[in-house]
Protein backbone atom coordinates (compact mmCIF):
# COMPACT_ATOMS: atom_id res chain seq x y z
CA UNK A 1 0.00 0.00 0.00
CA UNK A 2 1.55 3.28 -0.71
CA UNK A 3 1.22 6.39 1.88
CA UNK A 4 2.73 9.35 2.10
CA UNK A 5 2.53 10.75 5.51
CA UNK A 6 3.43 14.69 5.95
CA UNK A 7 4.91 16.02 9.40
CA UNK A 8 6.18 19.44 10.88
CA UNK A 9 3.61 21.76 10.21
CA UNK A 10 1.98 24.09 12.84
CA UNK A 11 1.77 27.67 13.55
CA UNK A 12 4.89 30.10 13.06
CA UNK A 13 5.40 33.78 13.11
CA UNK A 14 6.30 35.90 10.27
CA UNK A 15 9.78 35.51 9.75
CA UNK A 16 10.07 32.14 11.51
CA UNK A 17 11.40 28.63 10.13
CA UNK A 18 9.39 25.45 9.60
CA UNK A 19 10.66 21.83 8.09
CA UNK A 20 8.54 19.54 6.58
CA UNK A 21 8.90 15.99 6.20
CA UNK A 22 7.30 13.39 3.97
CA UNK A 23 8.05 9.30 4.33
CA UNK A 24 7.03 7.50 1.75
CA UNK A 25 5.78 3.83 1.62
CA UNK A 26 5.07 1.52 -0.65
CA UNK A 27 6.88 2.76 -3.73
CA UNK A 28 10.56 2.13 -4.71
CA UNK A 29 11.43 5.75 -3.61
CA UNK A 30 14.35 6.45 -6.00
CA UNK A 31 12.56 5.68 -8.83
CA UNK A 32 9.60 8.85 -7.87
CA UNK A 33 10.16 12.79 -7.78
CA UNK A 34 9.36 14.18 -5.09
CA UNK A 35 7.35 17.43 -5.21
CA UNK A 36 5.76 19.48 -2.37
CA UNK A 37 2.60 21.51 -3.35
CA UNK A 38 0.50 23.78 -1.75
CA UNK A 39 -3.11 25.02 -1.25
CA UNK A 40 -4.32 28.49 0.16
CA UNK A 41 -7.76 28.88 1.03
CA UNK A 42 -10.05 29.97 -1.73
CA UNK A 43 -6.62 29.45 -4.33
CA UNK A 44 -5.83 26.89 -6.80
CA UNK A 45 -3.22 24.43 -5.47
CA UNK A 46 0.34 25.24 -6.86
CA UNK A 47 3.68 23.99 -6.71
CA UNK A 48 6.10 25.13 -3.96
CA UNK A 49 9.28 22.58 -5.08
CA UNK A 50 10.03 19.44 -6.50
CA UNK A 51 13.36 17.25 -6.49
CA UNK A 52 14.42 14.60 -9.21
CA UNK A 53 15.34 11.10 -7.88
CA UNK A 54 19.61 12.37 -8.74
CA UNK A 55 18.76 15.85 -6.62
CA UNK A 56 17.67 17.70 -9.61
CA UNK A 57 15.22 20.72 -7.63
CA UNK A 58 12.46 22.89 -9.18
CA UNK A 59 11.05 25.80 -7.15
CA UNK A 60 8.61 28.61 -7.56
CA UNK A 61 9.41 31.67 -8.01
CA UNK A 62 7.51 33.29 -4.85
CA UNK A 63 9.94 30.43 -2.27
CA UNK A 64 13.77 31.18 -4.25
CA UNK A 65 15.86 31.62 -1.78
CA UNK A 66 13.66 31.24 1.38
CA UNK A 67 13.13 27.22 0.46
CA UNK A 68 15.04 24.40 0.07
CA UNK A 69 13.86 20.75 -0.84
CA UNK A 70 16.13 17.60 0.14
CA UNK A 71 16.04 13.83 0.02
CA UNK A 72 17.14 11.34 2.24
CA UNK A 73 16.83 7.92 -0.33
CA UNK A 74 17.53 5.69 2.28
CA UNK A 75 15.20 6.72 4.24
CA UNK A 76 12.01 7.40 2.19
CA UNK A 77 11.86 10.93 2.98
CA UNK A 78 11.73 14.19 1.10
CA UNK A 79 12.31 17.53 3.42
CA UNK A 80 10.91 20.89 2.93
CA UNK A 81 12.94 23.45 4.63
CA UNK A 82 11.37 27.04 4.73
CA UNK A 83 12.89 29.88 6.20
CA UNK A 84 11.50 33.58 6.39
CA UNK A 85 8.05 32.87 6.21
CA UNK A 86 5.72 35.22 5.39
CA UNK A 87 1.51 35.20 6.01
CA UNK A 88 1.11 34.48 1.89
CA UNK A 89 3.00 31.08 2.43
CA UNK A 90 -0.08 29.98 4.75
CA UNK A 91 -1.52 26.58 3.12
CA UNK A 92 -1.74 23.11 3.30
CA UNK A 93 1.37 21.46 1.70
CA UNK A 94 0.82 18.53 0.44
CA UNK A 95 3.78 15.78 -0.64
CA UNK A 96 3.74 14.39 -3.60
CA UNK A 97 5.66 11.38 -5.71
CA UNK A 98 6.21 11.50 -9.10
CA UNK A 99 6.87 8.28 -11.14
CA UNK A 100 7.12 9.94 -15.03
CA UNK A 101 10.26 9.16 -16.88
CA UNK A 102 11.55 7.26 -13.97
CA UNK A 103 11.64 10.21 -11.09
CA UNK A 104 13.19 12.58 -13.70
CA UNK A 105 11.04 14.75 -14.19
CA UNK A 106 9.99 17.49 -11.22
CA UNK A 107 7.61 20.12 -10.46
CA UNK A 108 4.93 18.96 -12.70
CA UNK A 109 1.98 21.47 -13.31
CA UNK A 110 -0.14 18.16 -13.33
CA UNK A 111 2.25 15.85 -11.29
CA UNK A 112 0.84 12.05 -11.75
CA UNK A 113 1.68 9.28 -9.01
CA UNK A 114 0.51 10.05 -5.09
CA UNK A 115 -0.75 11.91 -2.54
CA UNK A 116 -0.07 12.99 1.02
CA UNK A 117 -2.92 13.96 3.68
CA UNK A 118 -1.43 17.41 3.57
CA UNK A 119 0.20 19.64 6.39
CA UNK A 120 -1.15 22.65 7.42
CA UNK A 121 1.62 25.78 7.95
CA UNK A 122 0.05 28.54 9.28
CA UNK A 123 2.31 32.43 9.47
CA UNK A 124 0.82 34.37 11.69
CA UNK A 125 1.82 37.37 14.22
Known amino acids: QVQLVESGGGLVQPGGTLRLSCAAS????????MNWYRQAPGKQRELVAG???????KYADSVKGRFTISRDNPKNTVYLQMNSLNPEDTAVYYC???????????????????WGQGTQVTVSS
Open 96 to 114: NADPALTGMIAGRERPGGC
Open 51 to 57: ITRIGGT
Open 26 to 33: GIIFNTYA
